[in-house]
């Protein structure tokens, strides 16, 4: 049976409040996700605030910790990871540190950060047994748990991009190491915005990584890198 439009709008009217009450509670649930999701971004922002220097006013400390950011097709290091090397290199010559931790990525023979990173510094002054060499820095929450629990770091200069370093500042510090950051030079391309980006994302992993505390991928034994370039450092 057709019904007359007074009849439709009978039958549709009360079904009205039930509409509103559904996108009120949508809208609601969307500004709670909204919420939660900028929880992580606070967290690394506050964590990481006053903990951000410069590489000539940044506190005088036995270590730096460069982290991983990629390779190019020949091996070199990136530029976002040349420009870390290069800040990392600066601190040494001006008496920052005395040591630098460098930690990456190591996952086949034919991709070594590490061994990349340290070829670097010693071409840019930094002395060979001055450098210590974490194969298992897979992501910032492995590196600085090997860096406390492995190489017996309590105290860091961590250096890395601006868009990384609060996330590593407030990483590092959950995991025991006393941490100031050190922004490297930024490079604008696509890959410093895809990083920019990704930081909104890997904010609620590193919330999740400070909750559950996980081991990283590779633990193993204690080495004596660190404490052995520090007994040879003048």
């Known amino acids: 049976m057709r019904l007359s439009r007074p009849h439709l709008r009978a039958v ?3 079904r009205l409040p039930r509409t509103r009450a559904v996108q009120r509670r949508a809208v609601q ?3 709670l996700l909204c919420v939660l999701a900028l929880l992580p971004v606070t967290w690394v922002f506050t964590t990481a605030d006053d903990r951000l220097r410069t590489t000539a006013d940044v506190p005088r400390t036995d270590v730096a910790v460069v982290f991983g950011a990629g390779l190019l097709w020949n091996g070199e290091p990136s530029i976002f990871l040349a420009n870390r090397l290069d800040a990392a290199a600066e601190l040494y010559r001006e008496g920052r540190v005395k040591a630098v931790l460098v ?3 190591n996952s086949s023979h034919h991709y070594n ?3 990349s990173m340290r070829h670097y510094l010693t071409h840019r002054g930094v002395p060979a047994d001055r450098i210590v060499s974490d194969y298992a ?8 748990v090997r860096a406390k629990k492995i190489f017996g770091v309590d105290r860091a200069i961590l250096v890395s991009q601006g868009f990384h370093i609060r996330r590593a500042v407030a990483l590092c510090q959950e995991a025991g190491v006393d941490s ?6 930024d490079h604008h391309d696509a890959v410093w915005y895809y990083g920019a980006t990704r ?12 909750m559950v505390e996980p081991d990283p991928q590779f633990l193993g034994p204690k080495e004596p890198g660190v404490e052995r370039a ?3 450092a003048p």
């Open 199 to 210: 930081e909104l994302f890997a904010a609620s992993k590193a919330a999740l990584d400070v």
């Open 113 to 115: 950060e590490p061994h």
């Open 29 to 31: 649930a969307l500004m």
């Open 137 to 144: 820095g897979f992501d910032t929450w492995d590196s600085c």
């Open 12 to 14: 549709l009217r009360p």
């Open 230 to 232: 520090l007994a040879d």
């Open 180 to 185: 100031y950051g050190v922004s490297a030079a």
């Open 103 to 105: 930690t990456g990525d």
